[in-house]
């Protein structure tokens, strides 16, 4: 039927689990990441039902405590920080840039097994009677006052990070080495400008976070003061530590959303993205102010004065680069030809809710108001509007856009849009009653609370049980189109990128030939003048 | 007043939860502004410069640097501006405290434990005279909690192994909630309590009514003698160690050529840590309290040498 791809070249499990093609340790760590997304999904769930009366009534607070901290450790590390990257970034690098493979593809093999051995180290900790820390593992209680498998987790979070670390390397090298040839710096696709500057964050931030969890690993084995002031240590600088690797990692969180979303609208506008350079250098701005603003965690910590001002400030920088993109997103709309295919819908739902997340950050970042709405349900509003706002809804517009590339397959589109819809109403519905219960002053983390403000929780919990519906849903047609859908031509958005110039889904060398670049990116006029073929 | 018309935001009670409510309206305008702005723009082009609307796309802007400085000034300024603002009220907030009503929290594993100074204790609440600052004097004695009060907007961490001053003037009659805003294990959302302010004259009473007790500095005073510390710092001592009479609030020379101030947490660390700051021409021979003492019993000792600076000796 068609010629073959690196799907079918061979079927053996074999084949799989020690394959070093990109696009398949791509669609291993997506399947890795969908189970990750459900536990972690399945404890909000369970959060969200207990939370929906004052009461303690489904499970009791170690329990609660329990599940909150799960949610945190295997969402933050086991699906957001890997999720495009790993996924999206493994399939497209090489694709984008007109090469083979990544440059070290076994150590890219090597990095899933890392992966899903932290994963199983963290999984067998939860099994094992579960981490009540918080995802922050704040020490003094992390170190001697916990009495659960804290050094497990956190173990599996220190294997974690090293592929993190190699994946990060890996990438770096291969836009560095392997772009083809006439594929300059400025022809690159920003979706790798916002990879490249997510790589370095986690080459650079990593080995930070690994430090802190031995450092934990010291004081509650060996009793060394390091955190508790009991035995000389200071409380605080593990707080330094961890923010210094944590606040960097929010970027590491965010940057491939934001690549994703420039391919998304420059492409469903049939334009070049405004400002490309402007963009471009924004990444690389926010990846580096970024390293200087960990301590806007701590304005109320004890830190001094002076501290807090200068970590305010940088914070209000590290906003200035976000905010370029997202009027340059909304520029790139402009005289454009605009379709609303799923992807796009997707990618319109990130602009409006990374922005919310972008200007609730910058309330946070405003001293006064930080005192006050620090540590409360205002705070859990704001990092869920830019991680599940932003990154996720980013990762489902990408996973949309790219699915006839990784398949060969159609999804069917009215379902698409459904989802998108329902995910953007069930968001809101989720999370904006959050910020209320922030403002109003309920503190996270908090089993049972007031029962004036079981309203919003409520409200939020309902949200919650259609955000929950509208995230299985793509699970059944995007399912379903895998096997079943109508198979995709090689160029369906007629998108000019170099991973649209091979056939769907690629064959295993990628390219037929050594694709050559003589044009800008997104040059979607003239030879790409005809309408996407599915719209 | 203006503030009863931002929903779910009830009026500050203090002179800096007015000045924080302010500071948050003007974020949310200045929100609301931008989003409208872009919120806007996002439906204008979406609808007319959807595919298949035969509308001019001719003459697009391909030279954009000076659309992308003024859109990085603009929000570079705006934001300028917001910081500037939110750290003023930041300092007015979190200034060191004169020496006023003072009263000290025990935060432990799940309970808030106040103390006055005239020796009455309470647990999870606290009872405040109105329109007077309180300073509060607040250890941990395990782990990190965070004592946050929203009615005033104010809130900071207890971290175990300091003393953090923090204080709160509170203008209204009533009863607010008092929060664990930091999470501290299994029984974080039930370390909650009450901040009661009363009337002057009501809360004198309060005060004559509660059990009675002797006040700190007497119980430190009993418990000084009780640990032997008066051993060598009492009068007529053999052993040559630092008096304590008129110390607190003085600078007192150190060992290295440095000098520091007498305060709370000066005395707590040198009754904890002896051997970090020894006093000039004195030798390193106190013994440690680390690990001997609850916070408690330490901040007695605290208000006890405190009650000595009036006595010269």
């Given at each position: 039927?068609?010629?073959?791809?690196?799907?079918?070249?061979?079927?053996?499990?074999?084949?799989?689990?020690?394959?070093?093609?990109?696009?398949?340790?791509?669609?291993?760590?997506?399947?890795?990441?969908?189970?990750?997304?459900?536990?972690?999904?399945?404890?909000?769930?369970?959060?969200?039902?207990?939370?929906?009366?004052?009461?303690?009534?489904?499970?009791?607070?170690?329990?609660?405590?329990?599940?909150?901290?799960?949610?945190?450790?295997?969402?933050?590390?086991?699906?957001?920080?890997?999720?495009?990257?790993?996924?999206?970034?493994?399939?497209?690098?090489?694709?984008?840039?007109?090469?083979?493979?990544?440059?070290?593809?076994?150590?890219?093999?090597?990095?899933?097994?890392?992966?899903?051995?932290?994963?199983?180290?963290?999984?067998?900790?939860?099994?094992?009677?579960?981490?009540?820390?918080?995802?922050?593992?704040?020490?003094?209680?992390?170190?001697?006052?916990?009495?659960?498998?804290?050094?497990?987790?956190?173990?599996?979070?220190?294997?974690?990070?090293?592929?993190?670390?190699?994946?990060?390397?890996?990438?770096?090298?291969?836009?560095?080495?392997?772009?083809?040839?006439?594929?300059?710096?400025?022809?690159?696709?920003?979706?790798?400008?916002?990879?490249?500057?997510?790589?370095?964050?986690?080459?650079?931030?990593?080995?930070?976070?690994?430090?802190?969890?031995?450092?934990?690993?010291?004081?509650?084995?060996?009793?060394?003061?390091?955190?508790?002031?009991?035995?000389?240590?200071?409380?605080?600088?593990?707080?330094?530590?961890?923010?210094?690797?944590?606040?960097?990692?929010?970027?590491?969180?965010?940057?491939?959303?934001?690549?994703?979303?420039?391919?998304?609208?420059?492409?469903?506008?049939?334009?070049?993205?405004?400002?490309?350079?402007?963009?471009?250098?924004?990444?690389?701005?926010?990846?580096?102010?970024?390293f200087l603003v960990w301590g806007h965690h701590m304005f109320v910590s004890g830190q001094s004065l002076i501290a807090s001002l200068v970590f305010s400030f940088m914070s209000f920088v590290v906003a200035v680069?976000?905010?370029?993109?997202?009027?340059?997103?909304?520029?790139?709309?402009?005289?454009?030809?605009?379709?609303?295919?799923?992807?796009?819908?997707?990618?319109?739902?990130?602009?409006?809710?990374?922005?919310?997340?972008?200007?609730?950050?910058?309330?946070?970042?405003?001293?006064?108001?930080?005192?006050?709405?620090?540590?409360?349900?205002?705070?859990?509003?704001?990092?869920?509007?830019?991680?599940?706002?932003?990154?996720?809804?980013?990762?489902?517009?990408?996973?949309?856009?790219?699915?006839?590339?990784?398949?060969?397959?159609?999804?069917?589109?009215?379902?698409?849009?459904?989802?998108?819809?329902?995910?953007?109403?069930?968001?809101?519905?989720?999370?904006?009653?959050?910020?209320?219960?922030?403002?109003?002053?309920?503190?996270?983390?908090?089993?049972?609370?007031?029962?004036?403000?079981?309203?919003?929780?409520?409200?939020?919990?309902?949200?919650?049980?259609?955000?929950?519906?509208?995230?299985?849903?793509?699970?059944?047609?995007?399912?379903?189109?895998?096997?079943?859908?109508?198979?995709?031509?090689?160029?369906?958005?007629?998108?000019?990128?170099?991973?649209?110039?091979?056939?769907?889904?690629?064959?295993?060398?990628?390219?037929?030939?050594?694709?050559?670049?003589?044009?800008?990116?997104?040059?979607?006029?003239?030879?790409?003048?005809?309408?996407?073929?599915?719209? | 007043?203006?503030?009863?018309?931002?929903?779910?935001?009830?009026?500050?009670?203090?002179?800096?939860?007015?000045?924080?409510?302010?500071?948050?309206?003007?974020?949310l305008i200045a929100s609301a502004l931008v989003l409208g702005l872009l919120f806007f723009l996002l439906a204008l082009f979406c609808v007319r410069y959807r595919a298949g609307n035969q509308i001019d796309r001719?003459?697009?802007?391909?030279?954009?640097?000076?659309?992308?400085?003024?859109?990085?000034?603009?929000?570079?300024?705006?934001?300028?501006?917001?910081?500037?603002?939110?750290?003023?009220?930041?300092?007015?907030?979190?200034?060191?405290?004169?020496?006023?009503?003072?009263?000290?929290?025990?935060?432990?594993?799940?309970?808030?434990?106040?103390?006055?100074?005239?020796?009455?204790?309470?647990?999870?609440?606290?009872?405040?005279?109105?329109?007077?600052?309180?300073?509060?004097?607040?250890?941990?004695?395990?782990?990190?909690?965070?004592?946050?009060?929203?009615?005033?907007?104010?809130?900071?961490?207890?971290?175990?192994?300091?003393?953090?001053?923090?204080?709160?003037?509170?203008?209204?009659?009533?009863?607010?909630?008092?929060?664990?805003?930091?999470?501290?294990?299994?029984?974080?959302?039930?370390?909650?309590?009450?901040?009661?302010?009363?009337?002057?004259?009501?809360?004198?009473?309060?005060?004559?009514?509660?059990?009675?007790?002797?006040?700190?500095?007497?119980?430190?005073?009993?418990?000084?003698?009780?640990?032997?510390?008066?051993?060598?710092?009492?009068?007529?001592?053999?052993?040559?160690?630092?008096?304590?009479?008129?110390?607190?609030?003085?600078?007192?020379?150190?060992?290295?050529?440095?000098?520091?101030?007498?305060?709370?947490?000066?005395?707590?660390?040198?009754?904890?840590?002896?051997?970090?700051?020894?006093?000039?021409?004195?030798?390193?021979?106190?013994?440690?309290?680390?690990?001997?003492?609850?916070?408690?019993?330490?901040?007695?000792?605290?208000?006890?040498?405190?009650?000595?600076?009036?006595?010269?000796?």
């Amino acid at each position: 039927m068609s010629e073959p791809n690196y799907l079918t070249t061979d079927y053996t499990l074999q084949s799989w689990f020690l394959t070093t093609d990109h696009k398949r340790i791509a669609i291993l760590y997506f399947a890795s990441l969908i189970f990750f997304f459900f536990i972690g999904g399945a404890a909000a769930t369970a959060i969200r039902i207990e939370l929906a009366t004052p009461q303690a009534d489904l499970v009791s607070s170690d329990v609660y405590n329990r599940l909150f901290t799960m949610h945190g450790i295997i969402m933050v590390w086991f699906f957001l920080i890997p999720s495009i990257p790993n996924t999206l970034g493994n399939f497209l690098v090489p694709l984008m840039i007109g090469a083979r493979d990544l440059a070290f593809p076994r150590l890219n093999l090597m990095s899933w097994y890392i992966f899903m051995l932290g994963g199983c180290t963290t999984l067998f900790a939860i099994l094992a009677g579960g981490i009540d820390t918080g995802w922050t593992f704040y020490t003094p209680f992390s170190t001697l006052y916990s009495n659960s498998y804290v050094i497990v987790a956190a173990a599996g979070v220190f294997i974690a990070g090293f592929s993190s670390i190699l994946t990060g390397l890996n990438f770096i090298v291969t836009i560095h080495r392997l772009r083809a040839p006439g594929l300059t710096w400025y022809r690159l696709p920003l979706f790798l400008w916002s990879l490249y500057a997510t790589s370095v964050i986690l080459v650079l931030a990593t080995p930070v976070l690994a430090v802190t969890l031995l450092l934990i690993a010291t004081e509650r084995f060996f009793g060394v003061g390091i955190f508790d002031p009991r035995i000389g240590g200071d409380p605080l600088l593990f707080q330094h530590l961890f923010w210094f690797y944590s606040h960097p990692a929010v970027y590491i969180m965010i940057l491939p959303g934001m690549g994703v979303v420039n391919e998304l609208v420059s492409c469903f506008s049939r334009k070049p993205v405004f400002g490309y350079k402007f963009v471009a250098w924004a990444s690389l701005a926010i990846a580096a102010v970024g390293f200087l603003v960990w301590g806007h965690h701590m304005f109320v910590s004890g830190q001094s004065l002076i501290a807090s001002l200068v970590f305010s400030f940088m914070s209000f920088v590290v906003a200035v680069p976000s905010a370029i993109k997202v009027f340059n997103w909304t520029a790139t709309l402009h005289k454009g030809s605009i379709h609303f295919d799923a992807p796009m819908l997707y990618a319109l739902a990130f602009i409006g809710l990374f922005t919310i997340g972008g200007l609730t950050g910058l309330f946070l970042a405003c001293l006064a108001f930080d005192v006050h709405a620090t540590d409360t349900y205002f705070v859990v509003a704001h990092f869920h509007y830019i991680m599940v706002g932003g990154m996720v809804t980013a990762y489902f517009g990408g996973l949309h856009y790219w699915w006839p590339k990784i398949t060969g397959r159609l999804y069917s589109e009215y379902w698409a849009r459904t989802a998108a819809v329902l995910i953007f109403f069930g968001f809101n519905l989720t999370f904006f009653p959050q910020f209320i219960l922030g403002a109003e002053g309920m503190p996270r983390r908090y089993h049972v609370y007031p029962p004036e403000f079981q309203v919003w929780n409520v409200l939020s919990s309902g949200g919650a049980a259609i955000l929950a519906v509208a995230y299985l849903l793509p699970m059944f047609y995007l399912g379903y189109s895998a096997f079943f859908g109508a198979r995709a031509p090689a160029n369906p958005w007629n998108a000019p990128g170099l991973e649209w110039q091979t056939s769907s889904p690629p064959p295993e060398e990628n390219f037929e030939t050594q694709p050559v670049v003589t044009r800008e990116p997104y040059q979607y006029n003239e030879a790409f003048e005809a309408e996407p073929q599915n719209a | 007043m203006w503030r009863e018309w931002i929903p779910f935001w009830r009026p500050g009670l203090s002179p800096q939860s007015s000045d924080v409510d302010l500071l948050f309206t003007g974020l949310l305008i200045a929100s609301a502004l931008v989003l409208g702005l872009l919120f806007f723009l996002l439906a204008l082009f979406c609808v007319r410069y959807r595919a298949g609307n035969q509308i001019d796309r001719g003459h697009r802007t391909s030279k954009s640097w000076h659309w992308e400085v003024s859109w990085t000034v603009a929000s570079f300024i705006c934001f300028l501006g917001l910081f500037v603002w939110g750290a003023s009220v930041y300092f007015e907030m979190y200034r060191t405290p004169t020496d006023e009503l003072v009263v000290f929290v025990v935060a432990k594993q799940w309970m808030w434990k106040t103390q006055h100074p005239g020796g009455q204790s309470e647990i999870d609440a606290l009872h405040v005279p109105l329109r007077r600052p309180v300073r509060l004097v607040m250890a941990s004695q395990d782990v990190i909690h965070s004592f946050y009060i929203p009615a005033l907007r104010l809130k900071h961490d207890v971290v175990p192994g300091r003393y953090q001053d923090l204080e709160l003037e509170i203008d209204k009659p009533g009863s607010y909630h008092l929060f664990c805003a930091e999470y501290c294990g299994t029984d974080h959302s039930g370390m909650i309590g009450e901040i009661v302010a009363m009337e002057p004259a009501d809360f004198s009473r309060w005060l004559t009514q509660q059990a009675p007790s002797s006040p700190l500095a007497d119980e430190g005073g009993a418990l000084f003698r009780q640990l032997g510390c008066s051993g060598c710092h009492g009068k007529g001592s053999k052993v040559r160690a630092p008096p304590l009479e008129g110390l607190y609030g003085k600078p007192v020379p150190l060992s290295d050529g440095s000098s520091v101030v007498a305060d709370d947490k000066y005395i707590r660390d040198s009754i904890l840590l002896p051997r970090s700051q020894i006093v000039a021409s004195y030798e390193p021979l106190m013994p440690s309290f680390a690990g001997k003492l609850s916070e408690d019993q330490l901040l007695r000792l605290v208000v006890y040498v405190k009650s000595l600076a009036g006595n010269r000796s």
